[in-house]
């Protein structure tokens, strides 16, 4: 019998979700458009029904052993996602408990940026790894941390915001509501309001300065920071010595042994490393100078959304199993 | 049987010590000047064998069941007081080795807000909480972080170093080395810091323009605000609003279910509370306004840091003993 998971991706626009095994190799991908549905029970039932298409081209010699879900704003301690803002489905969405219901298997959901560090523990380059933190670079930025070997979940099972520390109370404006959050400089979208601010104070020529915000993305601004585009280069500097500062203060609260990288902005390499590096070492207080690393994550492929999520489901048998042993 | 552990305080200046029951209930207290001894050694043999006498003249019914130490830059994996700038004695103090060897129980060492976090776990206001944060505000500001019923300690034991984030990187000279850490500006030091600050800048008459830097207190400070000095107000005022506007960042971290202030400052009541909780509030993440509390610490008298240190003990026992019931 070979044990296999679900694992599912919730997205605004997509969910992905993949059949995987305990080594990370996905058997089985599929894609349903969550825009597509009206009812949040109309998708939860295409969900389903594409999952267990899925199962029944699997070998009969498998098993499914549990489901993981990744979603913004799901809850580890309910198993809800609740007010997510990228969902059209008001209120609370009781999402562990109709898998569970479906599958007859444990279903555990949490926010996208904990399946995220929980995948980089379970097939990244967290493997032995007890304490580290995972930083995911996309529209916005989110963080997940592992301490003592376990997911850091808090009181209300909303651990990890570090997105919306704040750079600057009077800065930038940003979706939670608030001025000046991290995730308003350091993100996909926050890297390119940099550009624009840069564009804006300077007089500097850059190729940057043909492009519309719509049309603007990390992989142009690396390119042209390549290229030598001091606006581009600049935005990259003035991005990882934000982040870099703010990592130093992550860094003090939890006593981390890595910090990883995840996503669009983290595929740039040196271009984002090296200032934030730079910047988080200048910053530390020096009793944890030179002891954490940071580092690109492993996951940076297509299916980590997928894997983080089902690693979700290994994380918590191995605990089970670790448990039944000393019993 | 009765089971008592032995509460160890290293201080700069004084080592106190006090043999303590599961309730709480200190049986014996001792006092060793730290400063006396030249030799650590010295140190050491003075107190066990004040340690000894005090447990000679126990009840024959009573056993010792282990050694909680608290110290700053005491680090709980390694059992040693590593590199502390507040003793004599420089290099590494195997400190939990030592009393092991001597009494033949085990020794719990870890740094001292640490131990005032576990304190407030086993005897004072966390008793049912597993995820909070304990603030101490003494000469600086130390934290000691509980997530889900566990001692956070990092990767290298040095985790939760709050009074090291930054408030201006431009700011007050800290003792670490840095500029602007959150501990220069809230602590007892901090609060002084800010009164100077005041009268230099401003003209407004104020009961503290008679009181030298060396001879002002939290107390003296705390009393003019209660006579209404306008200065004085405004340094607790001003000490709240950046304590809050910090401890919004920690939220955000680990999402705590409440913040417990102890020492000297906390001891202000509504002075130091109402501006950190109201700019806490106005400096949070929406989504975690209104979860968590802050609130007075229950371990405010003069046997706190020997019920912390005694604290790391219990806290060690019930968890071998949880293991054990499990098995």
Known sequence: MKDLTIGIDIGGTNTKFGIVDREGNVLHQGNIPTTQFEDFHDYFNAMVEAIRKGISELPSSSRLVGIGVGAANGNYYTGNIERATN???KGVLPLARLFNEAFDVPCILTNDANAAAVGEMIYGNAKNMKDFVVITLGTGLGSGFVCGGVLLNGKHGIAGEVGHTSVNPNGRYCNCGKRGCLETYVSATGIKRTVYKLLADHLEPSE???????????????????????????????????????????????????????????????????PTIRHMEANLMPLFR?????????????????????SLVWDYLDKLHAKAELA
Chains 1, 2 share one sequence.
């Open 87 to 89: 969902l059209k489905w």
């Open 208 to 274: 940057l300065r043909g492009i519309s915000f719509e049309d603007l993305n990390t992989k142009m601004i690396s390119e042209a920071a390549n290229r030598g585009d001091v606006v581009a280069k600049e935005a990259f500097e003035y991005t990882g010595r934000i982040l870099g500062m703010k990592l130093a203060e992550t860094v003090v609260h939890t006593d981390p042994e890595a910090i990883f990288l995840f996503g669009g902005l983290s595929m740039a390499g040196d271009l984002i490393f090296k």
């Open 290 to 310: 030179g002891k954490v690393k940071v580092l690109p994550s492993a996951m940076q492929n297509q299916a980590a959304p997928i894997l983080g999520a089902s």
